[in-house]
């Protein structure tokens, strides 16, 4: 399947699953509410990983953001596509996935009037290798301390994505691993 092929869940103001659409589609100036997930990966040191975002991204491009974002296959299970993603996005496998924040959802719109309009579970994850991030996906990355990291977003919200800025404070009232 090329990118251009994936599907993501649409879903109703409930959050209820009401059908599915072309990705390529879905992400206009008039997105409809759909599924997503997001994740946060940490080293064994406690570092997090922050990324920013290709230029060739259709949304929020060179923007810095969480480790990776994704959307599941209609029929996967979350977690299947949080791995999944992680190898696609930075060539990682994940150790101690685990669902930090359930109930995150958000809507934004970045300077070009592209729309994301999500019901986005946050996960937290471990990896143990080496990066190796697709370009067309992650055209820098860093790792941070996640406490300094969360004051610096604060501080110039401007500066990151809409739904890192609104995740970082959900996050923190969370046990990382």
């Not at 991030?133 to 604060?154: I, L, Y």
């Amino acid at each position: 399947m090329t990118v251009s092929d994936e599907s993501v869940v649409l879903l109703d103001e409930q959050g209820a699953p009401i059908g599915t659409a072309l990705k390529a589609d879905v992400h206009t100036t008039d997105t409809p509410l759909h599924l997503a997930f997001s994740c946060h990966l940490s080293d064994r040191d406690g570092r997090l990983l922050v990324t920013r975002r290709a230029l060739g991204k259709r949304a929020w491009p060179g923007v810095w953001t969480n480790s990776f974002c994704g959307h599941p296959a209609p029929g996967e299970s979350m977690e299947d596509a949080v791995r999944r993603r992680g190898r696609f996005e930075l060539g990682v496998e994940l150790t101690d996935l685990q669902l930090a924040v359930p109930d995150f959802r958000y809507r934004a719109v970045d300077a070009s009037g592209i729309v994301e309009n999500e019901v986005c579970p946050v996960y937290r994850a471990v990896i143990d290798s080496e990066l190796a991030p697709d370009p067309t996906e992650v055209m820098e990355w860093m790792w941070v301390d996640e406490s300094d990291f969360a004051r610096t977003v604060a501080s110039a919200p401007f500066a990151f994505s809409p739904w890192l800025v609104l995740q970082l404070p959900a996050l923190a009232r969370t046990p990382a691993h």
